[in-house]
């Protein structure tokens, strides 16, 4: 394994976190390197059900360390609650570290988010609300407040001196009350006292890790047609969730990352606003919806669901360059008498194999082969050779779409309903 990336192959809501936990079970080091608590990972073991934002999904294993990345930023009000959760499960959080450059979201951007999206009114992109879009602004305008400030309080108190008059006046254009310094400095004094001794610089950590050749895997957030770049702008979160990136959000020089792993479920689930070529609005999506539990992890919104979509695996292996894939909620599709698959948009007289730009994504719709159900449930299927002829079949079209093997099949939630394709 080395060095592995675990990405989302479609928009978020794959199941990278059932991944995850079944490769941390090998793994010494999981690195979660992008992105804040706006998405949920659901984790299904013998210790319960685990809806994780922001502690990487290996901490079920004692064994393995766990590294909330540079890449990321991080809410520390949120993760506490988090830590509270998972302690109370009797799990073990010594083996959990923060790195000192990964930015903090701030109060103030929490509630600047939730402001400037009501503003947008019926433009709204579907954020959160979690104040992931200004702290990441504020951290490329070099206004950020990183977790390492917390350990340094003179210096800290002089980035706030600089930052909070600046949102004070933001908050303010919305009839807001302004800041108290003192107020939001007391406040990284309680985080400080509660979270200050797992901050830590991650750089030594992992480049131990990786020159001895342990198993390393890089833990993303979200899924390609999220990625503030590559994804359906603007309606996309404000990092990257793609590979590319895993390194940087790590501090791992990308020569390491030797597999990457994209997850796909075997339909399409979708979060948030913008086009959504395969979104089913009928009885068959609200099916797929209740059989799958498609409802936010984070935020408790039903999912939008549809299809399993060819153009945006194909996409979302070129740009991530796959090596491996994990199929995820197979088991969701046993009673569907009938499939289909994307294998192509229609765009006036056009059909389009490639990913369009939003605004023509937007006018898209969806050109569909039809695939026989199997019938019959996969819930017990522990190998490749133990599920229906059907479903093999459609596995080999997602795979030939992709470009890219199947090496993982999930046939439901538990971990070990997961396996390994030989």
């Known amino acids: 394994m080395a060095v592995t990336a675990v990405v989302g192959a479609q928009w978020g809501d794959e199941g990278k976190g059932r991944v995850i936990d079944y490769l941390a079970q090998q793994a010494n080091m999981v690195i979660r390197f992008q992105g804040g608590d706006n998405a949920g990972h659901t984790v299904v073991n013998d210790f319960g059900i685990f809806r994780l934002h922001l502690i990487p999904s290996g901490i079920f294993n004692s064994e393995t360390q766990n590294i909330i990345g540079t890449g990321t930023v991080v809410n520390p009000d949120s993760l506490l609650r988090e830590m509270a959760e998972v302690e109370k499960a009797g799990i073990r959080l010594d083996n959990l570290w923060l790195s000192e450059r990964a930015n903090i979201v701030m109060p103030y951007h929490v509630q600047l988010d939730g402001l400037q999206e009501s503003a947008r009114g019926g433009s709204a992109i579907g954020t959160t609300k979690r104040g992931i879009g200004p702290a990441y602004a504020d951290k490329a305008a070099r206004w950020g407040v990183r977790l390492g400030d917390l350990?340094?309080?003179?210096?800290?108190?002089?980035?706030?001196?600089?930052?909070?008059?600046?949102?004070?006046?933001q908050l303010e254009r919305y009839g807001e009350p302004p800041l108290r310094v003192d107020d939001v400095y007391a406040q990284c004094m309680d985080w400080r006292a509660r979270l200050g001794h797992r901050i830590i610089d991650a750089v030594p950590m992992t480049r131990e890790a990786v020159e001895a050749g342990r198993q390393v895997l890089l833990e993303g957030q979200l899924g390609?047609?999220?990625?503030?770049?590559?994804?359906?702008?603007?309606?996309?979160?404000?990092?990257?969730p793609t590979a590319a990136y895993s390194g940087a959000g790590a501090g791992i020089p990308?020569?390491?990352?030797?597999?990457?792993?994209?997850?796909?479920?075997?339909?399409?689930?979708?979060?948030?606003?913008?086009?959504?070529?395969?979104?089913?609005?009928?009885?068959?999506?609200?099916?797929?919806?209740?059989?799958?539990?498609?409802?936010?992890?984070?935020?408790?919104?039903?999912?939008?669901?549809?299809?399993?979509?060819?153009?945006?695996?194909?996409?979302a292996a070129w740009l991530n360059g796959f090596t491996d894939l994990a199929i995820t909620k197979m088991d969701v599709l046993d009673k569907m008498p009938e499939l289909k698959i994307c294998i192509g948009y229609r765009l006036g007289n056009e059909v389009l194999t490639r990913m369009p730009d939003t605004a023509e994504l937007e006018m898209a719709t969806p050109v569909y082969e039809t695939w026989p159900g199997w019938m019959q449930p996969t819930t017990g299927c522990r190998s490749w050779d133990e599920l229906p002829a059907a479903a093999q079949r459609y596995l080999l079209r997602i795979q030939e779409l992709a470009g890219v093997r199947i090496s993982w099949v999930s046939v439901g939630p538990e971990r070990d309903e997961m396996f390994e394709v030989e």
């Open 151 to 169: 350990r340094h309080p003179e210096w800290l108190r002089e980035r706030l001196e600089q930052v909070v008059p600046r949102k004070s006046v």
């Open 224 to 240: 390609v047609m999220r990625d503030l770049d590559w994804g359906i702008y603007p309606y996309v979160t404000s990092s990257n």
């Open 254 to 315: 990308a020569a390491y990352i030797t597999r990457i792993v994209g997850v796909v479920k075997a339909y399409s689930t979708c979060v948030g606003a913008g086009p959504f070529p395969v979104e089913l609005l009928d009885e068959t999506g609200n099916k797929l919806r209740e059989v799958g539990d498609e409802y936010g992890a984070t935020t408790g919104r039903p999912r939008r669901v549809g299809w399993f979509d060819g153009v945006a695996i194909d996409y």
